[in-house]
């Protein structure tokens, strides 16, 4: 690509530090010295892909191979993919401009089901036929992993494998196979068989389903592959590979700092999240661990704020040690330091009074549900009580703004349960202003924020339908006038991107035909309001002869066969089955620090957790 001319056509569009590349950081090589090229793809915009931990681990890894270089690959926005179009310029990597569509591998995280067009609209891009099946040679490889993979079935006529779990180990042991096929000159199809025997690997072109008449499967066929494919996990992370040194982007990102990872999975339970099983089971980092790696990225980057990166920080049992070993040498360089995922049972006085050493601003909990029954239908294991007294500590301390996450048609809720939430909101208000020592002259600010539940694959919700737009729609207004007073703000999600997740969350390998026929509509950037049609997604729908319905918001037996019951993520399908039926009785299950569940992915069958093994 022209330099100059390339230059040129940057200053025409908006933020072109997306694609011009260079950064501090930022891995060059020779690529005639490397035997494998990966273009690595984060199917939305370079600020949401360069603040993604798992790009900045595998990029890392990948670059400290000699015999691999790694590139960055984002979706352009649409000023630029107009320029592309028009000039006739193939997507490329940021590292060398180079074309993807000349590398060995593309790969794909996927991480949100609504950037599956942005996935095919990236290969179109790149000059590539997007189904996997017009794509005859053995490279440019189409591959994806990320949490989505759990039910890559909507996708999957568009890529020839999925990493199931974590990708480490798993992706390297892939490069090593397709670099001796490559050597022998073996077609595609001989190296996606032997990849399916690599554990993690899934290869859909080996599968087949077949369905009823009422259109649920009816069957999982496997043609030299395995029957169950099981997700791969990473067992000690202090070994673990994790970068010393981060690309430093020329423009800001959206988490614009370093992220430390303390540990992975999640002892909770909480019903309708599927990070907190697909991630199981829990492993930790060492504090002395985490604190040598904030230290070393900090040190290389030159970024003054750390985000500790987990499910649930809080819960991690070093939480107030590894603080104390931070602010050894953090305060004094003048590095702030972030705790997200803080949860109200684990917010102690301790650990507020270590968090009033690191910055002071606002604090985030998620209680989720606004009343006790269906906080206990979720599996929250937390009390009102356990609530306010949290947030009477973070007042106590000096804090006056609250945000609150909650869900709207979880399970058996009622408006009931919704008039909860603004009750809940109205008691934290009057806990601040009933406080003798409160600031003088400072006022409370408490934020609510409200998503959609969405039912998701390996959660024991997976069985539950979502509710309809109408209704999504009437009970965010009933909410809304729940809310008195203006010490209360409330923000919700858009009802009909929730609908659109619903049905690509749980949808099967027929959602292909529909996805090729939304993209070719002009669907992408389907997460970004601006973008989003709905229209145009139903009318693919309608096309293609499929109701979007019977995907999301249909109750679903537990019998059922699943698009994704030949896939393996350790949670058993009777543990969800079990954890379903009590949640319809209002009943909680304990942490997994309190009692084993027996829930399939911690035991490996022999009644020990593995993280105490």
Not at 136 to 161: H, K, R, T
Not at 196 to 219: C, F, H, M, R
Not at 498 to 508: I, K, N, P, Q, T
Request: with cysteine.
């Amino acid at each position: 690509m022209d330099t100059k001319k390339f230059e040129a056509l940057l200053l025409s569009v908006q933020k072109p530090g997306r694609y011009s590349g260079g950064e501090i950081g930022s891995v060059i090589k020779d690529k005639q010295e490397v035997d494998v090229r990966f273009a690595f793809c984060f199917p939305d915009t370079y600020e949401i892909g360069m603040s993604h931990l798992g790009m900045k681990i595998l990029y890392s890894q990948f670059n400290s191979r000699d015999d691999i270089w790694c590139e960055r690959v984002f979706a352009p926005w649409q000023d630029f993919e107009e320029v592309m179009r028009r000039e006739n310029i193939p997507l490329f990597a940021l590292e060398s401009r180079d074309p993807i569509k000349e590398f060995d591998f593309i790969g794909f995280t996927l991480q949100y089901e609504m950037s599956y067009t942005n996935v095919l609209n990236m290969l179109d891009l790149a000059g590539l036929p997007v189904r996997s099946a017009d794509r005859q040679s053995l490279s440019p490889l189409v591959v994806a992993g990320g949490p989505c993979a759990c039910n890559p079935e909507p996708i999957a006529d568009f890529i020839d494998l999925f990493f199931l779990g974590e990708g480490e180990e798993v992706d390297l042991e892939l490069i090593d196979l397709y670099k001796k096929f490559k050597a022998e000159g073996k077609s595609k199809k001989e190296f996606l068989i032997e990849a399916a025997k690599i554990e993690g690997v899934y290869v859909p072109s080996l599968y087949e389903l077949s369905y009823n008449d009422d259109g649920t499967v009816a069957q999982i066929t496997s043609n030299n592959a395995p029957a169950t494919v099981k997700k791969r996990i990473i067992k000690d992370l202090n070994s673990a590979f994790y970068p010393e040194q981060l690309v430093v982007p020329y423009i800001e990102i959206v988490h614009d700092r370093v992220v430390q990872e303390v540990f992975r999975g999640c002892i909770r339970g909480c019903r309708f999240c599927q990070a907190g099983f697909i991630y199981r089971p829990v492993r930790e980092k060492s504090s002395d661990t985490v604190n040598r790696q904030a230290k070393a990225l900090c040190e290389n980057t030159g970024y003054d704020e750390i985000s500790l990166s987990s499910l649930s920080t809080s819960d991690y049992r070093e939480i107030e040690p590894l603080l104390g070993k931070l602010l050894e040498w953090t305060q004094d360089s003048h590095i702030s330091i972030a705790l997200p995922s803080l949860r109200i049972d684990n917010f102690s006085d301790e650990l507020l009074e270590k968090i009033k050493h690191i910055r002071k601003s606002g604090l985030t909990f998620a209680p989720e549900a606004g009343t006790q029954r269906l906080r206990d239908v979720i599996n929250k294991n937390l009390t009102e009580d356990e609530i306010l007294t949290a947030c009477k500590t973070a007042f106590a301390g000096g804090y006056t703004a609250v945000k609150l996450y909650f869900m709207l048609g979880l399970p058996t809720e009622t408006d009931e349960d919704l008039k909860g939430i603004a009750d809940l909101g109205q008691k934290i208000v009057n806990l601040y202003y009933d406080m003798p020592n409160r600031p003088k002259g400072k006022s409370v600010s408490v934020s609510i924020s409200v998503s959609t539940f969405v039912p998701k694959p390996f959660t024991p919700f997976q069985f539950e339908p979502q509710i309809d737009e109408q209704e999504i729609r009437r009970r965010q207004e009933y909410l809304k006038s729940c809310i008195t007073t203006k010490k209360i703000s409330l923000s919700y999600h858009d009802s009909a991107t929730s609908f659109l997740e619903g049905v690509l969350a749980r949808g099967d390998r027929r959602l292909g035909a529909v996805l090729e026929a939304a993209f070719k509509r002009g669907c992408k950037f389907d997460s970004w309001n601006e973008c989003f049609c709905l229209e145009k997604w139903l009318d693919a729908f309608k096309e293609c002869e499929i109701s979007p319905e019977f995907y999301a918001n249909r109750l679903r037996s537990f019998d059922e066969i699943n698009p994704w019951d030949h896939l393996d993520y350790g949670v058993t399908k009777k543990f969800l089955v079990c954890e379903n039926r009590l949640a319809h009785e209002a009943k909680t299950t304990p942490n997994c620090r309190e009692k084993c569940s027996g829930c399939g992915a911690a035991c490996y069958g022999e009644g020990v957790c593995f993280e105490n093994r």
